[in-house]
């Protein structure tokens, strides 16, 4: 089993910045992959940003630019650096965790951009 905690979100106003962290422990040997995801209300989950254990990084074309995904091996944590917010952002974010067997989510932290 991998467990993953979120923090970081809150309320932000447009053009505002903010950093989501995703603290992974437990089974974490073999992730494959890890990536943000999002759902706001009345809407599926979507992919934000995906880091592959390559290196590979890919965007969503809605936040390329403004958002950027990183990782911090030692750390077993996960990041999303949010700027230049949009009230279309808003939404719960959640951090995956994908291996061999299984696919892992957080509980979400809410982000919220309005004025």
């Known amino acids: 089993q991998v467990q993953l905690v979120e923090s970081g979100g809150g309320l932000v106003q447009p053009g505002g910045s903010l950093r989501l962290s995703c603290a992974a422990s437990?089974?974490?040997?073999?992730?494959?992959?890890m990536g943000w995801y999002r759902q706001a209300p009345g809407k599926q989950r979507e992919s934000v940003a995906t880091?592959?254990?390559?290196?590979?990084?890919n965007y969503d074309d809605s936040v390329k630019g403004r958002f950027t995904i990183s990782r911090d091996n030692a750390k077993n944590t996960l990041y999303l650096q949010m700027n230049s917010l949009k009230p279309e952002d808003t939404a719960v974010y959640y951090c995956?965790?994908?291996?061999?067997?299984?696919?892992?989510w957080g509980q979400g932290t809410q982000v919220t951009v309005s004025s």
């Open positions: 995956n965790a994908q291996k061999l067997g299984g696919s892992y």
């Open positions: 437990g089974s974490i040997s073999n992730i494959y992959a």
């Open positions: 880091i592959r254990s390559g290196g590979r990084i």
